[in-house]
C-alpha cells in the first residue's frame, strides 16, 4: 500500500524498496533478479522479500525498469 498509516514501517514501503532496486541499478543498469533481490534482502532482511516483487511492479509500471527474459535481469531504463 502506497498511502501510510500509523502502523506503517516506512523502511518497508513499495516506495522505499523501489529506491533501493534504483539505487542498486543506478551502479550496474542490468542485474540478474536474484543478485537485486539480495541487495534488497541484505539491506532491509527477510521480511522486505515480501515487498520486493510489489516494488518491481510499481517500478515497471512507471517505466524505470524493464525484465529480459532471456536473461532473468532486470534492466534499468
Known amino acids: 500500500m502506497i498511502k501510510p498509516n500509523k502502523y506503517t514501517n516506512i523502511d518497508l514501503s513499495v516506495i522505499n ?3 533501493v532496486i ?3 541499478l543506478a551502479s550496474c543498469p ?6 537485486l533481490e539480495d541487495a534488497v534482502v541484505s539491506s532491509y532482511g527477510s521480511s522486505a522479500k515480501v515487498v520486493f516483487l510489489n516494488a518491481l511492479s510499481f517500478l515497471y509500471l512507471l517505466g524505470k525498469i524493464n525484465y529480459q527474459p532471456s536473461a ?6
Open 30 to 35: 542490468v542485474q540478474k533478479y536474484s543478485e
Open 22 to 24: 534504483l539505487k542498486s
Open 72 to 77: 532473468d535481469a532486470i534492466q534499468l531504463l
Open 17 to 19: 524498496i523501489g529506491g
